[in-house]
């Protein structure tokens, strides 16, 4: 490796560490006729803590949007920086927790191993960690896998294997797994779409739960309006072809939340308003809304 | 790629491993007639017509009692040259398997080593290794040499296509966990692609285990001086027209491969408890 080669190093993006920041991302995939513009120039900014929701119809790039702040992939044009560092940056310090839409647990280990994976892989990451600006010392409310597992009722399964599980019990270890990291964002790509109604509702009150002791940020991407309002600070409305974000409606509903809090005047206010949202950016049909 | 693992998933040798596995459990399933009977009846149905064939035709089948006669004549020598087979094969196929592992990693691994590895393996793959063997025995004598050779080249390609597609075959969400913890590409080779491998490995090893056996006799067909060996044993006696002592090394080979079959259904079942093929459904 010659040194004239090298690159120098290039600073973050931006400077802002209490941010995640995406400036006029464009993504798009195929060339010529076949092309699809998944993402045209995307503006966003996520304040550290937040709880933020992207909701649209199918193709309008929200999970695009997720995997480029996951740094899966890189924008076309457009810049993604998460607390100041680029997302690759993020995820070699391990600030970055996924939950994709199955649960992706390894089938040949223990529900406590899965969990402990991550702590297992990628060892230096600690120091890189301590060393990004405007690193905070995480929570120790929980760091202890098998105390996770119990905070998601999964303590008695510690041992099996995940093929013994039913799909709600795999999605919660999966959520255990990634809130054992102790990220600093926790990005969540419908990971409640395969699960009945009620195990639905019983995974959402532990999410919360458990963010409101780890207090980390949250991307959480869905295609349901009212999962989006009960979870959120911030609903993100997007809209498709091209992908774009149409809307940014604030929810100041009370924290902890209860679902109760469904039945509630003040909730389906929340929910009409992001349906308008959602069905004036449809321009190329009857939008249906899936609750 | 789905058609290296139907190649590799023959039907016959599942025969011990499906019927064990299906009755929810194995050992009281023992005892039932309709566990047992049907292979009793076929095996029975066989050795009948054996027997008819072989009454009026001794040069065409030896009697089966001939046969039980020339191994219970001499038990040792079979053991001793079923010995020499065995270890011959045993080690051709760990030579033949270890080396297709640590190719099939750098093929999976880089591109460039599969556009160079890959169509001299398929040549590999074409070629009869049989008709290789005598070549070897010129070059390498009667000794064990050319036989590790033959069985180790047997051995080869079914378990290079095999993990090569099985390191392949990572489900993209966990591979996708496993970038986002920033994994080095030695962690998601050793704690995501190998054990993601392992049913494909094991698919290859059933295949692999009875042609080992096929190898080392073929090599010891083509050393005709060579010493011990139930190949040798083989063709000596067919030179001495001794059907007998033909089919009773022939037995002993079936028994071998067969055993060889259980070690690794057992081994598997073992280790693959937690892949979908080893699941038993409640009856």
Redesign the interface.
């Known amino acids: 490796m010659s040194q004239i080669s090298a690159p120098p190093a290039r600073p973050a993006p931006h400077g802002d560490t209490q941010r995640i920041i995406v400036n006029d991302a464009v993504k798009t995939y195929g060339t010529g006729e076949t092309a699809v513009r998944a993402l045209s120039g995307v503006d966003l900014e996520i304040p550290r803590g937040h709880f933020i929701s992207i909701i649209g119809p199918s193709g309008c790039g929200k999970s695009t949007l997720l995997r480029l702040i996951a740094g899966l992939e890189s924008p076309d044009s457009g810049e993604v920086a998460v607390f100041g560092a680029t997302p690759r940056q993020a995820c070699a310090a391990k600030m970055v927790g996924l939950v994709p839409q199955v649960p992706a647990l390894l089938p040949w280990l223990s529900i406590l191993d899965n969990v402990k994976l991550p702590g297992r892989v990628n060892k230096g990451a600690e120091t890189r960690r301590r060393a990004m600006p405007g690193h905070q010392e995480r929570s120790t409310a929980v760091t202890d896998p098998a105390h996770l597992l119990q905070m998601v009722g999964l303590g008695d399964v510690l041992d099996r294997r995940p093929h013994q599980l039913s799909g709600g019990m795999q999605q919660r270890a999966a959520i255990a797994r990634a809130f054992a990291l102790q990220p600093d964002v926790l990005l969540m790509d419908e990971p409640f779409s395969a699960l009945d109604e009620f195990t639905r509702e019983a995974i959402q009150l532990q999410l919360l739960e458990l963010w409101q002791q780890i207090q980390t940020t949250v991307v959480f991407v869905t295609h349901s309006v009212s999962e989006a309002v009960l979870l959120s600070d911030t609903v993100v409305v997007m809209s498709a072809r091209p992908g774009r974000i149409t809307a940014i409606v604030p929810i100041e509903l009370e924290r902890p939340r209860r679902h109760d809090l469904l039945q509630s005047a003040a909730l389906h206010g929340y929910e009409d308003t992001i349906r308008e949202h959602l069905s004036s950016a449809w321009s190329d049909g009857p939008f249906v809304p899936t609750a | 790629m789905t058609k290296t693992l139907d190649a590799a998933r023959p039907a016959a040798p599942l025969l011990v491993g499906r019927a064990t596995r299906r009755g929810g459990s194995r050992r009281t399933s023992w005892f039932k007639p309709s566990y047992w009977l049907p292979t009793v009846a076929a095996l029975a149905v066989a050795a009948g017509l054996w027997s008819w064939v072989a009454k009026d035709n001794p040069y065409i089948l030896p009697t089966l009692g001939s046969v039980g006669e020339a191994l219970a004549n001499d038990p040792g020598f079979f053991v001793r040259n079923a010995w020499v087979t065995l270890q011959e094969a045993l080690i051709g196929l760990a030579i033949g398997f270890v080396a297709a592992f640590i190719v099939g990693i750098a093929v999976a691994e880089w591109p460039v080593a599969r556009r160079a590895i890959m169509p001299l393996a398929v040549v590999l793959n074409v070629t009869p290794v049989v008709a290789i063997a005598p070549a070897l025995v010129v070059a390498f004598g009667f000794g064990p040499m050319p036989k590790l050779i033959v069985t180790a080249l047997i051995t080869f390609f079914p378990v290079l296509m095999n993990v090569t597609t099985g390191l392949r075959s990572v ?1 993209q ?2 591979l ?9 590409r030695l ?1 998601v080779l050793w ?2 692609r190998i ?1 993601s491998a ?1 049913p494909y490995v094991f698919a290859a090893l059933r295949v692999v285990f009875p042609l080992s056996i096929v190898g080392a006799v073929v090599a010891e067909f083509s050393a005709p001086g060579a010493a011990a060996g139930l190949g040798t044993v083989i063709s000596v006696a067919s030179s001495n027209a001794q059907l007998p002592v033909v089919f009773a090394a022939i037995a002993c080979l079936a028994l071998m491969g067969s055993l060889l079959l259980l070690v690794i259904t057992t081994v598997e079942r073992r280790v693959l ?4 093929s080893q ?1 038993v459904s409640a009856p």
């Not at chain 2, 996708?176 to 080095?184: E, G, I, K, M, Y």
């Not at chain 2, 408890?273 to 979908?276: I, N, T």
């Open positions: 489900s969400p966990i996708q966990v496993f970038r986002t913890l920033d994994a080095s962690e704690r995501l054990p392992l408890s937690w892949h979908e699941q």
